[in-house]
């Protein structure tokens, strides 16, 4: 379980990772074709298809991202109201608020993967990479499944402690706060 709760870090950082890496290369590259001497071997190189993988990458981090938000606390959400309820009608909209958002990554999900399966008995690819364009749409179901998860897993943490995971915008990690004089 261990990995699981630090599964979107780990797939965000390796695709951040991955994208630097090729958006690095095509500008070497971009810059190397306008040089006269490495022309020749320049040219022989095609890197148009960094531009689209690129794109795919930052569409599975974003999927992943919405999930590692409702993990840490930082998925936006509109609790004013909410906190003015009384303990236990807050309490009661918080698990609400958590069932409904499970339940809508979850129809969200579904209808990807239904998609996703239409679109593999597809012959359509992608314009550069030209891979299958069900292996870019695929990020729609396993985002929202992982989402729907990790909406049920606070749910059931509230449930047992009536705590909801909290990020403070003021924390840096390493450094430590010092007591005010």
Not at 71 to 90: E, S, Y
Request: glycine share 6%; aromatic share 12%; proline share 3%.
């Amino acid at each position: 379980m261990k990995i699981l709760d630090r599964l979107e870090e780990i797939l965000i950082a390796t695709l951040m990772a991955a994208a630097t890496v090729v958006i690095f290369l095509a500008v070497v590259h971009r810059y190397a074709s306008g040089v006269s001497f490495l022309y020749p071997i320049a040219r022989t190189i095609h890197m148009a298809w960094a531009q689209e993988l690129c794109i795919y990458m930052f569409v599975w981090m974003a999927k992943f991202g919405a999930a590692y938000g409702v993990r840490t606390g930082i998925h936006v959400g509109v609790d004013v109201l909410v906190n003015q309820l009384d303990r236990t009608w807050r309490n009661r909209m918080v698990v609400f608020s958590l069932l409904a958002g499970a339940t809508f990554t979850g129809i969200v999900g579904t209808l990807g993967a239904e998609f996703v399966w239409k679109m593999a008995h597809t012959e359509q690819v992608s314009a550069d990479m030209e891979v299958p364009m069900w292996l870019v749409y695929l990020a729609v179901p396993c985002g929202s499944y992982l989402m729907c998860f990790r909406f049920l897993q606070v749910c059931w943490k509230f449930l047992h402690t009536h705590e909801l995971p909290h990020h403070d915008h003021t924390h840096v990690e390493g450094v430590e706060k010092e007591p005010v004089a």
